[in-house]
């Protein structure tokens, strides 16, 4: 499978890519600095690397032109101040993108591209938690990441035609990505 990661030097993306490659999917890393990037990567004869910011419209339909699957893993959701990352900004430009890329008569024959969105478990309604002798998670405290609650908002209500998930996990280290991959097909 031909495979977009946005956001691919970033904690999530970068473990994401090498999940990939170790799963034989053909690569492209969607990137905004080189300089970031594991030179020992850059050699893969699986991976292609694509730099350009994902608020770059012309930049992203170029970038998912030719891919099946795109990875969305582009910008931390806010901690403190809460509501001040890029990321709607991005998961915006990004619908938009694979949209105009689906409408190209040339892709029309082609299974529609699947947009992996990554999001977090203050999204989850978790049975249990927050109730006597359960942790409540940091969501149900916190307005932690309000991101991820408008872009759901958004992709429900705007992203009509494109095929999207979100996933959402709770904190990562590395080998947790790799298990989450699993589900990424
Ligand atoms: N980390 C976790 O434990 C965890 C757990 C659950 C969910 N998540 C979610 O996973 C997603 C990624 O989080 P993360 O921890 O991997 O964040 P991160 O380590 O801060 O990485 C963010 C990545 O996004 C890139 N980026 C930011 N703005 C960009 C733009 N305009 N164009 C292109 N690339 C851009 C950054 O590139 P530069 O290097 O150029 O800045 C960096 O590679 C978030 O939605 C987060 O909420 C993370």
């Known amino acids: 499978m031909r495979v977009l990661i946005i956001g691919a030097t970033g904690r999530v993306g970068s473990a994401v890519l090498a999940a990939c490659l170790s799963k034989n999917h053909t690569v492209t890393a969607f990137l905004r600095n080189h300089n970031k990037f594991p030179p020992e990567l850059l050699m893969h004869p699986r991976l292609h690397i694509h730099q350009g910011d994902a608020e770059d419209h012309a930049s992203l339909v170029s970038a998912i032109r030719d891919q099946d699957t795109v990875i969305q893993a582009a910008v931390y959701g806010s901690t403190s101040p809460y509501g001040t ?10 619908i938009g993108a694979v949209k105009e890329v689906q409408a190209n008569p040339s892709r029309r024959r082609e ?23 359960n942790p409540l998670i940091e969501g149900d405290v916190f307005p932690i990441h309000p991101e991820h ?37």
């Open 111 to 133: 299974r529609p591209i699947k947009l992996w969105v990554m999001s977090g478990q203050v999204m989850m309604d978790i049975p249990g938690y927050g109730t006597h002798g």
């Open 85 to 94: 990352s890029d990321s709607e900004k991005v998961v915006r430009c990004i």
């Open 149 to 185: 609650y408008k872009n759901f908002e958004f992709l429900q209500k705007d992203a009509g035609g494109v095929d999207w998930s979100l996933l959402c996990p709770g904190k990562l280290d590395q080998g947790d990505v790799r298990v989450l991959l699993y589900n990424i097909r």
